[in-house]
C-alpha cells in the first residue's frame, strides 16, 4: 500500500506525538491525531531540548521557532555543599547546536500543534481511545469525544504516545516492567530576582545527607527547581528572592520499559514505551527520537525493526539515569569522595566532557 494511502491513527498529542505527525506529514501521510485532553498541556513539564531533537525537527520548520523562543543555555554547574566541582561546556559538542535549549513544554507543543495545523491537519482534542482490535489486516478502533462514543473505525497502523498510562499500551496487552521510586520529589517554577548564579547557566546541588536540587532558567527571571525533598528550593542555596511561585508539584521518579515497543500493527513511544529519572533531560527527547524512527521506518517500509533499533537505547539511558540517580542521592561518605573526585577531575580535563555531553544531546548512544 502507498504510504499516502496508509491510514495510521495517532493517540496522544504531546511532543512525541507531534514529532510523529509532524514526520509524517511532511512524507506524505495524513494520520488522525487524537488526546483526550482539552488542548496542548498548560504545565511546564520537561523543559530540556536536545542537539539531536532540534536535528530532527529541523525539516518540519519547527526548530526555528523553538529557537526563536527558547533559552540556549551554555554551562550546568554542579555543587557538593557550597563547593563548585564541576561546570559543563556545552559548547564543547561538536554540533552546530551546540547548547541546551530552555523552553517550557507548553511552549513546545504549541508551536508544534500550530506547525501540524499548517500542514493541514487537526489535533483532535478531548478525543478518548477506549476500544482497540485486531481485526484480519486491520486495528479497529473505538474512541469518545467529550463524552460521547464515535462510530468505529479502522486504521492499519495505530501509534501510541499517550504517555506513561498509556491506553493503546493496555488495550494492547503490553507489559510495562519496572518499579517506581518511593521518596517523594518536588518541582517548583518560580519568579527569582537577584539570582546569585551565572544567568542563563543550569545549577546542581549535592549534599551530604542525600537531598539535591536542580535548578534551570525558563525565561527571564524564570526558573524551574527540581528537587528530591517536599521543597524544590529549599536545596537551592544563595542569596536571592523568590518573587513569585508559578507552579509546585510532587512526583515519584519511575523506572519502566515495555517489554516491546510494537504488537502487530501497534507501536509505542514516548513515556508510553518507557519512563525514568528526569536527570540528564533525555525523557522528552528520546520520545521525539522514537517518533521520527517510527515515521522514518514508515517510510521505508522497514516497521519490523523498530523495536530491535529503540528498545536498546531506551535501556541504556535507563540503566544510566538509575545510576546517576544513586549517585547523587548517596549518603555513602565512600561514594560521595569517590563522586566528587570523579565531577574535579572532569572539570579539570573538558576533554572528558564529550562522551557525557553527547549521550545528553543525543548524538551517541
Known amino acids: 500500500m502507498p504510504r499516502e494511502e496508509a491510514s495510521i491513527l495517532i493517540v496522544g498529542a504531546g511532543p512525541t506525538g507531534l514529532t510523529a505527525a509532524l514526520e509524517l506529514a511532511r512524507r506524505g501521510a495524513r494520520p488522525r491525531v487524537i488526546d ?8 511546564s513539564k520537561a523543559v530540556g531540548i536536545s542537539s539531536h531533537s532540534l536535528d530532527v525537527l529541523e525539516a518540519s520548520g519547527v526548530s526555528s521557532k523553538l529557537l526563536a523562543e527558547g533559552l540556549k543555555v551554555r554551562h550546568a554547574h554542579f555543587h557538593a555543599e557550597a563547593r563548585e566541582l564541576l561546570t559543563i561546556d556545552f559548547s564543547l559538542l561538536p554540533h552546530r547546536y551546540n547548547f541546551l535549549l530552555s523552553l517550557p513544554q507548553r511552549d513546545t507543543e504549541r508551536i ?9 491537519l487537526d489535533v483532535e482534542w478531548r478525543t478518548e481511545l477506549v476500544g482497540l482490535t485486531q481485526q484480519a489486516d486491520k486495528m479497529e478502533v473505538r474512541t469518545r469525544r467529550n463524552g460521547e462514543e464515535e462510530e468505529r473505525q479502522s486504521f492499519d497502523i495505530v501509534f501510541g504516545a499517550d504517555g506513561a498510562d498509556s491506553s493503546v499500551r493496555k488495550l494492547s496487552g503490553i507489559a510495562f516492567e519496572g518499579y517506581t521510586h518511593r521518596r517523594q520529589w518536588s518541582i517548583t517554577d518560580a519568579e527569582i530576582a537577584s539570582w546569585p548564579y551565572e ?5 546542581a546541588f549535592l549534599h551530604r545527607d542525600g537531598d539535591v536540587g536542580f535548578i534551570i532558567p525558563v525565561g527571564d527571571n524564570r526558573f524551574r527547581s527540581v528537587s528530591n525533598t517536599p521543597d524544590a528550593l529549599a536545596r537551592v542555596p544563595g542569596d536571592y528572592r523568590v518573587a513569585k511561585v508559578l507552579r509546585t508539584d510532587h512526583f515519584h521518579i519511575p523506572a519502566k520499559q515495555v517489554v516491546r515497543y510494537q504488537a502487530a500493527r501497534v507501536f509505542l513511544g514516548g513515556d508510553a514505551a518507557h519512563v525514568h529519572s528526569p536527570l540528564g533531560a533525555r525523557g522528552m527527547n528520546l520520545g521525539i527520537e522514537d517518533a521520527a524512527c517510527f515515521a522514518r521506518r514508515f517510510d521505508d517500509g522497514t516497521l519490523a525493526g523498530y523495536t530491535d533499533e529503540r528498545r536498546p537505547v531506551g535501556r541504556r539511558w535507563i540503566e544510566l539515569s538509575e545510576r546517576i540517580l544513586s549517585t547523587a542521592q548517596s549518603t555513602n561518605s565512600v561514594v560521595q569522595t569517590f563522586r566528587n573526585l570523579v565531577m574535579l577531575t572532569i572539570g579539570a580535563v573538558p576533554f572528558l566532557q564529550r562522551p557525557l555531553l553527547e549521550r545528553v544531546a543525543g548524538l551517541k548512544e
Not at 544567568?199 to 545549577?203: E, I, L, M, S, V
Open 36 to 43: 483526550k485532553k482539552d488542548g496542548p498541556t498548560p504545565l
Open 112 to 120: 508544534m500543534a500550530e506547525t501540524v495545523a499548517a500542514f493541514g
Open 199 to 203: 544567568p542563563g547557566a543550569a545549577q
